[in-house]
């Protein structure tokens, strides 16, 4: 079946750098993916919409040169945190709807960790 | 606008019973729902979807129940097992292939 990978699965960085989060359909095209993150016990947010060959949408509230995403490919989404921060340490996770489907798969998530 | 909640945040069931978790959701136009099982550390897991042009839709040990008139979606889980512990979302596939997840409700099991 279809797999949506992300690498790492867990970071630990200094406050002040930043980190890259990679987020990859393994067996389909994705020209659009998503990033979410989830704080403890908490839901699932929205961040934004990574768009295959053109910028990325970001849900409000969202800072667009803090949290900078790259979808260079059908099958690849970057997500990177820049100057991190303890505030920013949260599950991020990706989901990729599969090319004219409604079907979407998630990501296993990434633990981000700022200390 | 779009939002999806919850009324229960945790649900606490005896093992071999039946298991009923609720979603209240505001948007009207909203027409495709997606219920998801979230364990620890974790992403998200596909359960069962259903369109609003169905009331009812089972899979295996799992129904979704949706009532359009007073907008709410129960997800039930029959003969709960230990290995059905964990969080479950509903969410709302909006516009745009956006999924809206609610709060989520952590479900534990009694021995």
């Known amino acids: 079946g279809a797999v949506v990978s992300q690498h790492p699965s867990w970071v630990i960085c200094k406050s002040g750098t930043s980190v890259k989060i990679e987020c990859r359909s393994l067996?389909?095209?994705?020209?659009?993916m998503f990033w979410y993150r989830q704080f403890p016990k908490q839901s699932l947010m929205l961040m934004a919409t990574?768009?295959?060959?053109?910028?990325?949408?970001?849900e409000q509230g969202v800072e667009k040169d803090k949290f900078l995403i790259n979808h260079a490919s059908l099958t690849l989404s970057t997500l990177t945190v820049t100057s991190a921060h303890p505030e920013d340490s949260s599950f991020y996770i990706c989901?990729?709807?599969?090319?004219?489907?409604?079907?979407?798969?998630f990501g296993p998530g990434t633990r981000l960790t700022v200390l | 606008g779009e939002s999806v909640g919850l009324h229960l945040p945790t649900l606490s069931v005896q093992e071999g019973d039946n298991s009923i978790i609720n979603c209240a959701y505001s948007?009207?136009?909203?027409?495709?729902f997606i219920w998801y099982k979230q364990e620890s550390g974790k992403g998200p897991q596909f359960i069962i979807d259903?369109?609003?042009?169905?009331d009812k839709r089972q899979g295996q040990r799992v129904t979704v129940l949706l009532n359009k008139t007073v907008k709410h979606l129960s997800l039930q889980i029959a003969a709960t097992q230990p290995g059905d512990s964990a969080v479950y979302f509903c969410?709302?596939?909006?516009?745009?292939?956006?999924?809206?997840f609610g709060s989520g409700t952590r479900l534990s099991i009694r021995p």
């Open positions: 989901s990729a709807p599969r090319v004219y489907t409604d079907t979407q798969y």
């Open positions: 067996d389909f095209q994705a020209t659009t």
């Open positions: 990574s768009n295959e060959g053109s910028k990325a949408t970001y």
């Open positions: 948007n009207s136009a909203s027409d495709y």
């Open positions: 259903i369109r609003s042009n169905m």
């Open positions: 969410a709302e596939n909006s516009s745009a292939s956006k999924i809206i």
